[in-house]
């Protein structure tokens, strides 16, 4: 009888080992996928964030003020000139050729930006949405403003 029960135990040896690693790939696929889902929406708000910053200090800033984008870049430093766009408008006309007297507002937005996973063995991608923020022109003069130094 005690042989027999030594031999069910031995055959038995490996499903604990077995059991955690199928609850362990669950799990730390459940809890890898929330931080990324975290960090997701962390960029996101850092991309909304920078357009408002942005177009805030293209209002206040002298036109094509190169502060403006490496300000942006603070808040979310893997932005490129790429994804930034400025644009200076003056309704009726959207065809950004306004001057610092003529220009009516100040559009500032984010695009072709991804964020990229840290996801082991699994490089993700994921696109971000367009952001924009347009504010009426202030100032654009960057002339002892202490916003723009």
């Not at 005690?2 to 669950?26: C, D, P, W, Y």
């Not at 809890?31 to 357009?51: D, P, Q, S």
């Not at 309704?91 to 990229?116: I, M, Q, W």
Request: some cysteine; overall charge neutral; hydrophobic content about 45%.
């Amino acid at each position: 009888m005690k042989t027999r029960v030594l031999r069910a135990a031995n055959q038995q040896s490996g499903v604990a080992a077995v059991e955690f690693a199928i609850v362990a790939l669950v799990f730390f696929t459940l809890l890898i996928g929330i931080m990324e889902m975290g960090r997701l929406l962390w960029t996101w708000n850092a991309a909304v964030e920078a357009t408002r910053l942005g177009a805030r200090l293209a209002i206040v800033c002298s036109m094509g003020d190169g502060d403006i984008t490496s300000r942006m870049r603070g808040m979310l430093p893997s932005l490129t000139d790429a994804n930034i766009d400025i644009d200076y408008l003056n309704p009726p006309f959207e065809d950004n050729t306004c001057t610092v007297d003529s220009c009516k507002a100040v559009r500032v937005s984010l695009t072709g930006y991804t964020h990229v996973t840290v996801i082991p063995l699994v490089p993700l991608s994921l696109p971000i949405p367009q952001f924009q923020t347009t504010l009426p022109r202030e100032g654009m003069n960057s002339t002892g403003n202490p916003v723009c130094s």
